[in-house]
């Protein structure tokens, strides 16, 4: 093992990186263990990353940073192996107090061979001084720890679950079955071991529920994916998949566990999807309904709002809003009917869809008497109709001075 730096000088509160390389004897490894142990008084941990090459080994033992009793342990794999020095990690310290450390590569460090033996032979130490100033110290030359000798190490595997694979799911319903994405990694020999692996579904109450075991053989990796049939009978609820492994010299366990869910479904779909499709199919009714109750509600008022006549003279105005009132109000019982009976007044020119009078091609009190017997005819019955905004004007004018008001008059009398 290799570090950039024998002697670091640092401040006080200062932090400070440390790359550690690793460099063969010549011969292909495929794993490290780094342990470093330092003073957790006079320095600390802040973190610890892998280069890009390396697959980490995630199990107690393999992985560790304790900055109470002063020791980082980092282990990792290399699946192509390696024959020359490669960059292992980056360790990222601070400084806590003023003083002298001495990180020392623990004896339980190991760069291991296709056959599990440990090549490393020695073991580097690496000084930091801590300064309160910035005067730096003189310091004192290290002593060279004694060579480890050549070692064999037990077979190392780490194993791994998921669900990121293509079509692997966590909600599953009774009866079907659940996808399990496993990889197995073999940390220490490259040569082919067989591995036995052991599942458990636990329930809530961490009640294993399920259970199943297979034997595969690993060289490097294996990656596969296991379907574990959910019985019929299973109740709804949040389930554990536990995996363990065991092989031959194991000393350290390897476990890895995720949670998935089991609900019933309903023609396909799962009862919590359905239950959610069917709130938000009853609130786009609602809208729907709010929104068509307006726009029905605002042609409604369209319709019975009075027509106004600004640019049409002041003689003629009174006689243009007396029929668009009558047609007005005829709409209110018979509907759109009465725009169709208007339509077919002659002299009489009005809009289909509003009511609105555009053009009186005739005496206007013959349109309006034609207009009340066409409606009186269509309904069967006398009708009346009211003029209010006209009553003021009609009686300020002189009836013997247009022979129209006054047939008006005399048929609204008669009504």
Known sequence: MVFQDQVIQVKLGETFTMPASIDPTGEKNYTVRLTLTFSAEVLEVVSFTFDKNWIALSQSGYDLIDNQAGELIKTAGFPAGFSQSVPFGTITF????????VMT????????????????????QIVVNVTDNAQPQILPPIKPLPDLP??????????QLGTSSTNLVTRIAPGEQLPIAVKLTNFGSQQRVDVTINYRVLDANNKAVLTGSETVAVETTASFIKLMQIPHDFSSGQYTVETSIAYPGQKVPATSSYQFSVERKFAGIFLSDLTFYGIILLLVGIIFAVISRLIMKKRRIGRFTPHEYPKIPARDRMFYEMISDIIMQMRYRVGDKAVDI???????IIEQDSGRVLEIKKAPAQIIALLISNYEKSLNQKISFAFGRHDQAIKGRKLIEDKNLVVVRKHKINN
């Open 94 to 101: 601070r400084a806590k107090q003023a003083g002298e450390d």
């Open 105 to 124: 590569v623990g004896i339980k460090s190991f760069i291991l061979n296709a056959k599990s033996q440990s090549t490393l032979e020695s073991r580097p």
């Open 150 to 159: 050549v070692s064999e190490q037990p077979n190392l595997f780490d194993v």
């Open 342 to 348: 208007a339509n077919n007044v002659e002299g009489l």
